[in-house]
């Protein structure tokens, strides 16, 4: 059976601090990984990691994907009120799976002013 | 706001209505999936189309009953809903789908559609 675990489930934090979010999967016929943010409404697309080792960066957020340990990060810098969200991290079954996700329980980010 | 576009954002509904919920996106994807959210919990897939054929069903029960009249729409028909069916349901695309076309591609999620069940 597919296995996700996000870690922590939940942080608070000041604004200004670095965090880091963690997420360890084992899947069948994994693919990728994606990352996503929710606030209230839609799960918001961060990252797509395919290859390991390799950092995608979108501002003060970054992520990287360990294919050998099955795990992978995100990392938000100088955080702000508005990261307070859940993140969401989703492995991505290939080909025969159609392509299907399996999120994790996320991590629920509060950064207080 | 997201590419992906979901009607109606409330809805709140009886045991014996019958309703339903809409999904459209324009941008080409030939992957469209419903997803089921209760508080505080992750989505669960419940649907996924490829090039307007159901592909996945993931064991959901009979009273939601999908549907893909086009490649830019998916429709959820809700009949005989329970209690326990109250949740938020969500709607995404990608380029990605099984049968052909670009691969390994992000899904997009609309802001979905709250629903209570009276």
């Known amino acids: 059976e597919d296995k996700v675990v996000q870690s922590p489930l939940s942080l608070v934090v000041h604004e200004g601090d670095t965090v880091t979010l963690n997420c360890s999967y084992e899947v069948t016929n994994f693919r990728s990984l994606l990352w996503y943010k929710q606030e209230k409404k839609a799960p918001t697309f961060l990252f797509m990691l395919?290859?390991?080792?390799i950092e995608k960066k979108s501002g003060r957020l970054s992520s990287i994907l360990d294919k050998k340990e099955l795990f992978s990060i995100l990392n938000i810098t100088a955080t702000q009120t508005g990261d307070s969200a859940i993140y969401l991290c989703a492995p991505k079954k290939g080909g025969g799976s159609n392509y299907k996700l399996t999120f994790g329980k996320g991590t629920l980010l509060t950064v207080n002013p | 706001d997201t590419e992906v576009t979901q009607t109606p954002k409330h809805l709140v509904m009886g045991m014996t209505n019958k309703k339903s919920l809409k999904c459209e996106q324009h941008?080409?994807?030939?992957?469209m999936y419903w997803y089921k959210q209760k508080a505080k919990k992750p989505p669960e897939l419940m649907f996924v189309y490829s090039y307007e054929k159901l592909s996945i069903n993931e064991s959901v029960p009979s009273r939601f009953s999908p549907e893909c009249p086009n490649s830019s729409l998916l429709n959820l028909h809700l009949h005989a809903l329970q209690p326990e069916d109250s949740a938020l349901y969500l709607c995404?695309?990608?380029?990605?789908?099984?049968?052909?076309?670009?691969?390994?591609?992000?899904?997009?999620f609309g802001d979905g559609t709250r629903l209570s069940i009276l």
């Open positions: 395919t290859s390991s080792g």
């Open positions: 995404a695309s990608s380029q990605d789908a099984l049968g052909g076309g670009p691969i390994n591609q992000p899904q997009h």
């Open positions: 941008m080409g994807h030939r992957a």
